[in-house]
């Protein structure tokens, strides 16, 4: 079996000391199951050599991919990971791969299937909680709740969740294909599935990478993993 991480450049020179790739070694993946990829390894990634893809966090998406102009000095994207990312997504969808979406995934995929974001919260949004946490990243700060109790992300918890956030963005308009699952104490999407019978895609605007210590930020990365398995048995 062999899952990929999408990662920035940056992200990718750590190596296994990334907390994506601890993340996956925790629920009891081996290190030569997980690989991390770049946008610089275009030429050479083809989603039909893996079991999953997990898309993490890192820069804005281009704002001109959801049809509009940068506005703010506060959004630092990068057009060749979204170009990257957005076929590797085609990819693994045509092949029903399991996906994963963190914090930047989770804008990216809902950018994808037609949906915008809001380029920078504090002034398109201003929501009553600080969704750009100055603390420890290992520390939630706010609570999702859960609104939809058939989806995946409700069998890794119930009711709602205590969650980090380190975000200046999040999704707008939902894009077309999407159901939205989980919600902010103050009304932002916090999470998002397939809204048809997709295997298993996921994405979340939090980081249980860096939480996955808790046992409900555990679960999510336990059902990805076990659902990746489910698609190498069948390869």
Request: hydrophobic share 35%; with cysteine; charged share 30%.
């Amino acid at each position: 079996m062999k899952i990929a991480i999408s990662v920035s450049e940056k992200e990718k020179a750590k190596g296994t000391a990334s907390p994506y790739f601890r993340a996956l070694l925790a629920v009891g993946l081996r290190p030569e199951e997980i690989e991390l990829i770049a946008a610089s390894d275009a030429s050479k990634v083809r989603a039909e050599n893996y079991d999953g893809v997990l898309f993490a966090g890192g820069e804005d998406v281009d704002p001109s991919f959801y049809g509009e102009v940068k506005r703010y000095q506060s959004v630092h994207n990068d057009s060749t990971r979204d170009k990257f990312e957005f076929a590797l997504l085609d990819g693994a969808m045509t092949r029903r791969l399991p996906i994963l979406g963190i914090c930047r995934g989770v804008q990216m995929i809902n950018v994808k299937f037609g949906g915008t974001l809001y380029q920078d919260l504090h002034a398109d949004a201003n929501p009553e909680l600080e969704h750009k946490q100055p603390e420890n990243r290992h520390q939630a700060t706010h609570s999702v709740t859960v609104t939809d109790p058939e989806s995946k992300l409700a069998g890794a918890f119930r009711g709602s969740c205590r969650v980090n956030s380190l975000h200046h963005q999040a999704v707008k308009r939902l894009g077309r294909g999407l159901r939205v699952t989980a919600h902010s104490e103050d009304g932002l999407v916090e999470a998002v599935e397939a809204a048809d019978e997709y295997p298993f895609l996921m994405a979340v605007q939090w980081h249980p990478e860096e939480l996955v210590s808790e046992p409900e930020q555990r679960k999510i990365f336990e059902e990805f993993v076990a659902k990746c398995r489910e698609a190498a048995g069948r390869k």
